[in-house]
Nanobody, 116 residues
Framework: QVQLVESGGGLVQAGDSLRLSCAASGLTFSSYVMAWFRQAPGKEREFVAQITQSGPSTYYADSVKGRFTISKDNAKNTVYLQMNSLKPEDTAIYYC?????????WGQGTQVTVSL
């Protein structure tokens, strides 16, 4: 079955950096659009960044543009999210997602907490 396993979350201070990883298995990784979403306490899950199958092309939410970078390694079936200049408002559970046409799979999430 499809599994997406996130790692790399933690507690950091404002201005620090973190790199999240999402290891995928059970799917043809290179055929999927890979994305990161996040959900803060009391808020709905929101889009953060996306990377397409080929190109690849990347897309970002305005709130993270210029600070976060999404990348992937097809040989390792892994997608990354490099997060720089972290802010307290980036605090959330970060979820990895794999999408192919109308099918979307989710990881279990990794907590990122940014303190002042």
């Amino acid at each position: 079955q499809v599994q997406l396993v996130e790692s790399g979350g933690g507690l950091v201070q404002a201005g620090d950096s973190l790199r999240l990883s999402c290891a995928a298995s059970g799917l043809t990784f290179s055929s999927y659009v890979m994305a990161w979403f996040r959900q803060a306490p009391g808020k709905e899950r929101e889009f953060v960044a996306q990377i397409t199958q080929s190109g690849p092309s990347t897309y970002y939410a305005d709130s993270v543009k210029g600070r976060f970078t999404i990348s992937k390694d097809n040989a390792k079936n892994t997608v990354y999210l490099q997060m720089n200049s972290l802010k307290p408002e980036d605090t959330a559970i970060y979820y990895c997602a794999a999408q192919y046409t109308a099918i979307r799979y989710w990881g279990q999430g990794t907590q990122v907490t940014v303190s002042l």
